[in-house]
């Protein structure tokens, strides 16, 4: 005996086409969509060249990626296609884990301040966040934008609302400060420990910037003791190619001691940037670069000096 297959048609002579959002065993759809309309499988009536697809606005100021518009994918998790509102917090972080369906693992770096030593720690989190398949070209180490919504999973609570080629910030130890996928933005001297000596019987250290990057960039010198040194400047722009130099003082009622540390963050400026308080404002959940600065103790006969130079004013 011989089998013979045919085509499966269906009741109207047409084949039928299946989609390539069909993976699962029960048949997907959007709830928001009706698909049996006997006017469109007939093909009674004017063709209407509206599309049977579901898109939203997520608001926010976030834009609908032209894969929600114009795909084909089902995902009722997406915020774009599907009913989950975003509302809370938006937070920023570096993909680092795409092993999961539809779920990545990003990472967020963050300072944290010991009182008791008062000083920064680095710290860092991992989540998992959901993520559309309206951002089919995401790759490791890409910077994605999150909105918080209700829980999608047990360990799930944010959606993925934009991601960004740009390159992000990565922290080093070494005198110059690396970006991914980019060149160095900066780079400082000394590169490790600010040695002070006694001029004009203060003790004054020196810092010295230089621009990497190819674009303009803002710094800002922050320390774990506000009240014992004097900086100067603080913060400021540097063009491109160029170096600035940042005096460090200790203040004549200061206090030296070796767990005192100085960091440096900076971030690549525009050319209109001019007001540096606008410009860290505008950088407040954005990660920057840092680099720390340890105090290296000067000798006792330095300090001794600037104790006796301090006591004939």
Known sequence: MRLIFLPLRSNFGQP??????QTERAYQKQPTVFLNSKNRLLGVGKKSNKSLRYVRNVGLGFKTPLEAINGTYIDKKCPFTGGVSIRGRILTGVVIKMKMNRTIVIRRDYLHFVKKYRRYERRHKNMSVHCSPAFRDIQVGDIVTAGECRTLAKTVHFNVLKVSKAPGAKKSFDNTIYLVMAGPLFSVFPSKYIEFNVIDGVLTGDVEITNEADDKIGFRIMTNTKDDYLVHPSSGFIPRGERALCTIQLKKDGNMDNYHTFMINAHTA??????????????????????????KHPSTALIKQKKRLVFQT
């Open 270 to 295: 525009q050319d209109d940037d001019v007001d540096r308080k606008m410009f860290w404002e505008k950088l407040k959940d954005v990660n920057v670069v840092v680099h720390k600065l340890s105090l």
């Open 16 to 21: 039928y086409k299946m989609a390539d959002n």
